[in-house]
């Protein structure tokens, strides 16, 4: 595809619920984020991978956050036991480099709705 | 640790009027800035970016931002706003490592 494309993009679940957030990358770019943006607020770092490799994992809010990347392209970040605070809009981000100086290409977002 | 401030939660401003669009950046070490437009229902765009060199950097869309290290800031100008530039406006910025620190964002709304 063109752009980065992540899916669904909307999800509702019950509190408790597992979820599972798709983000399919530009295809050969090696840098791939999640972000996570609360209403009202900028995006906040989740993690990074490079290619398969997840390299910065800070951001995680909690260990019911989890993301992989397996095979260096498409990523899964996965929220277990999913709380009301998890509510919030999760994006994904490429870049062709690992540098700072690749300009990041975003997804449209998940928004995820925890009831 | 980086961080930026937004101090303008909401602008409103006339179409074909300028704005000015406030960003002011801590960082400890050299800083890398950003500034990403956001649609409604879309994701984030980058406009324009500094590294180093010319300390006014020329975006997308008209947009111009210019980085001043006395004040620490990077505001984000454009001398005639169009209603299509009715956004949201995110400065950010890369300190250590490559993953960006993002402000709380500026509504820019454009009214005719």
């Known amino acids: 595809g063109a752009g980065v494309s992540q899916s669904p993009r909307y999800k509702v679940a019950k509190r408790g619920q597992d979820v599972a957030l798709r983000c399919d990358p530009i295809s050969g770019h090696v840098s791939l984020f999640w972000y996570q943006q609360a209403l009202g607020q900028g995006p906040e770092f989740l993690t990074y991978?490079?290619?398969?490799?997840?390299?910065?994992k800070s951001g995680l809010p909690s260990d019911r956050f989890f993301a992989e990347r397996p095979e260096g392209s498409v990523s899964t970040l996965k929220i277990q036991r999913t709380q009301q605070e998890d509510s919030a809009v999760y994006l994904c981000?490429?870049?062709?480099?690992?540098?700072?100086?690749?300009?990041?290409?975003f997804g449209n977002g998940t928004r995820l709705t925890v009831t | 640790a980086q961080s930026v401030t937004q101090l303008d939660s909401q602008v409103p401003v006339f179409e074909e009027a300028p704005v000015e669009l406030r960003c002011n950046y801590s960082?400890?070490?050299?800083?890398?800035l950003f500034w990403y437009v956001q649609y409604p229902n879309q994701g984030l765009q980058l406009l324009l970016k500094?590294?180093?060199?010319?300390?006014l950097v020329k975006g997308i869309n008209g947009f111009e931002a210019e980085f001043n290290k006395s004040q620490t800031s990077f505001h984000l100008r454009k001398p005639s706003v169009h209603i299509s530039d009715t956004a949201e406006y995110f400065c950010?910025?890369?300190?250590?490592?490559?993953?960006?620190?993002f402000g709380t964002g500026t509504q820019l709304k454009v009214e005719l």
């Open positions: 981000a490429s870049s062709f480099e690992s540098s700072y100086n690749s300009p990041l290409h």
């Open positions: 960082s400890s070490v050299s800083v890398y």
């Open positions: 991978f490079q290619n398969e490799a997840q390299l910065d």
């Open positions: 500094y590294l180093s060199g010319s300390t």
């Open positions: 950010a910025v890369v300190g250590g490592g490559n993953k960006l620190t």
